[in-house]
Each structure stands twice: as C-alpha cells, then as structure tokens.
C-alpha cells in the first residue's frame, strides 16, 4: 500500500491549487481516502473525505464551501481542489487510506492505517 501527495506550493491568498494523491496496492472501491492537514504548532486537523461505497465527500468547517474531493478509479488519484486559499491553510497536508468504506469519524486520524509523506502548502502575500 503506498500514498504519495503532490501539488502543494506558495500561493497569494484568494488563489488556487489541486492537491494530488497518487494511490497503490489497494482498491479506492473499498476504502475511503481522507485528506488531513497539520500547521505548525498544531495538531492534524481531518479537512476531508471520500467514501468508497458511493464517492460521497465530507469537508470540515473550516473548508466547505472552498475545497472539493473528487476521486479517478481509472487512476487510483484522489485529488483535493482548494479554491480561495486563505493564510490559515497554510500546513503540511497528507492524504491517507481508511480502514472502512465509510465512517462518521472520518476526521479522526485513527481511522486510517497508511499515510502519505505530505505536501507543503503556504498561502502568503
């Protein structure tokens, strides 16, 4: 099972970047794909997710409304688009595997068992 996140970089504020996690050795059919995320000084924060049943999303507050999760089975690529970045998204973020199809605690991180390395994301003027 291997992860690996692309696609961060520094960005102004109010722009835009697509998040990229490029996934094998396990079917996106089975297991949701969560997207976290991790400032300095902070503790990682679960921003999103995809189920596997259906490719329903969830977002955290914090992100609706700006963020979307799509998934490409053909791929095996979950991709976090991230539109009107602000300051505060600046963080490390990781995209990792769940051990579910589905869960009503997706944002905790305990559900999942494989991370990626993470990608650095800063948004600043």
């Known amino acids: 099972v291997q992860l690996q996140a692309s696609g961060g970089g520094l960005v102004q504020p109010g722009e835009s970047l697509r998040l990229s996690c490029a996934t094998s050795g396990f079917s996106l059919d089975y297991y949701a794909i969560g997207w976290f995320r991790q400032a300095p000084g902070k503790e990682r924060e679960g921003i999103s997710c995809i189920s596997a049943s259906d490719g329903s999303t969830y977002y955290a507050d914090s992100v609706k409304g700006r963020f979307t999760i799509s998934r490409d089975q053909n791929t095996n690529t979950v991709y976090l688009e991230m539109n009107s970045l602000k300051p505060e998204d600046t963080a490390v973020y990781y995209c990792?595997?769940?051990?579910?199809?589905?869960?009503?605690?997706?944002?905790?991180?305990?559900?999942?068992?494989?991370w990626g390395q993470g990608t650095q994301v800063t948004v600043s003027s």
């Open positions: 990792a595997k769940s051990h579910f199809k589905y869960s009503s605690t997706w944002f905790n991180a305990y559900e999942y068992d494989h």
